[in-house]
T-cell receptor, first 110, second 115 residues
Framework: TQLLEQSPQFLSIQEGENLTVYCNSSSVFSSLQWYRQEPGEGPVLLVT???GGEVKKLKRLTFQFGDARKDSSLHITAAQPGDTGLYLC??????????WGAGTKLIIKP | EAGVTQFPSHSVIEKGQTVTLRCDPISGHDNLYWYRRVMGKEIKFLLHFVKESKQDESGMPNNRFLAERTGGTYSTLKVQPAELEDSGVYFC?????????????FGEGSWLTVV
């Protein structure tokens, strides 16, 4: 049973379009983290959201944590080819464990 | 400052053989984690060290897996004997001492193929 459902699993769009990636769970997390992973490398932390309803922005990326701290979204505005990569969400439990989504493979075509 | 380093980066072994993966965390990071991703599945937690002590090993799949962290520095993860389903990428990560929620830094992973 996957505790953190991430969707879509794969997304291919044109440069300049907007997109949203979702992570949903029936479990409450103390925080929700978003990572980006490049081929041959480990995941790199983009942002951590902690408070229900929290919104964080990182340039063209907007991250939101649901009010109940069970779900989160990543919205990219005007996607660029440099945004291409694997995006992963991970829910943190207070015991240091991270529960991971399956990942969204994003391809931005020039 | 050096990041989390893992060795080997790739390993191909036969079923029944033994493989030992090594992880050197960032200097000063008391917390060390092992995660793995098998083909088609999400990344899953294996265990967590605080210094040399195993804080949480609830994710270790079975007794063929043994993790150690001698002296609270580097860590090894031994798989003996390896099975086909052990194939995947094994990530090591570390974080500074303190409360949960500190940024976790991942290594590049050790890709294991069991044939």
């Amino acid at each position: 049973t996957q505790l953190l459902e991430q969707s879509p699993q794969f997304l291919s769009i044109q440069e300049g379009e907007n997109l949203t990636v979702y992570c949903n769970s029936s479990s409450v997390f103390s925080s929700l983290q978003w990572y980006r992973q490049e081929p041959g490398e480990g995941p790199v932390l983009l942002v951590t959201v902690v408070t229900g309803g929290e919104v964080k922005k990182l340039k063209r990326l907007t991250f939101q944590f649901g009010d109940a701290r069970k779900d989160s979204s990543l919205h990219i505005t005007a996607a660029q080819p440099g945004d291409t990569g694997l995006y992963l969400c991970a829910g943190a439990r207070s015991n240091y464990q991270l529960i991971w989504g399956a990942g969204t493979k994003l391809i931005i075509k020039p | 400052e050096a990041g989390v380093t893992q060795f080997p980066s790739h390993s191909v072994i036969e079923k029944g053989q033994t493989v030992t993966l090594r992880c050197d965390p960032i200097s000063g990071h008391d917390n060390l984690y092992w995660y793995r991703r098998v083909m088609g599945k999400e990344i899953k937690f294996l265990l967590h060290f605080v210094k040399e002590s195993k804080q949480d090993e609830s994710g270790m799949p079975n007794n063929r897996f043994l993790a150690e962290r001698t002296g609270g520095t580097y860590s090894t993860l031994k798989v003996q004997p390896a099975e086909l389903e052990d194939s995947g990428v094994y990530f090591c990560a570390s974080s500074p001492p303190g409360r949960a929620g500190n940024t976790i830094y991942f290594g590049e992973g050790s890709w294991l193929t069991v044939v």
